[in-house]
Nanobody, 118 residues
Framework: QVQYVESGGGLVQAGGSLSLTCVASGSTFRFNAIGWYRQAPGKQRELVAY???????NYANSAKGRFTISRDNAKKTVYLQMNDLKPEDTAVYYC????????????WGQGTQVTVSS
């Protein structure tokens, strides 16, 4: 079973930037679409951005123009560069693969906390 370890979160002021890192285990990483998700207190987990096996990217409207997802298959790593952060970006951020039915994998890592102060 593939596992993911997220890091890079922290406390930042509005308008600041953070770069998140997701390191995966397993041998199928290069074939998987990978998504960054986030869950704010009292809210459902939502998909923020994803990157396909071939490098195609897509973003939630809230992330467009501010976030950039990228991947390094040799390192089994996916990154999320977040710029112009807003208080509403405050959440725990997770990564996971996305299956052919657009569902995330069943196993989640511990996530990384992003807190944006106003």
């Amino acid at each position: 079973q593939v596992q993911y370890v997220e890091s890079g979160g922290g406390l930042v002021q509005a308008g600041g930037s953070l770069s998140l890192t997701c390191v995966a285990s397993g041998s199928t990483f290069r074939f998987n679409a990978i998504g960054w998700y986030r869950q704010a207190p009292g809210k459902q987990r939502e998909l923020v951005a994803y990157i396909g096996a071939g490098g195609f990217t897509n973003y939630a409207n809230s992330a467009k123009g501010r976030f950039t997802i990228s991947r390094d298959n040799a390192k089994k790593t996916v990154y999320l560069q977040m710029n112009d952060l807003k208080p509403e970006d405050t959440a725990v951020y997770y990564c996971n693969h996305i299956d052919s039915a657009s569902n995330p994998g069943s196993s989640w890592g511990q996530g990384t906390q992003v807190t944006v102060s106003s």
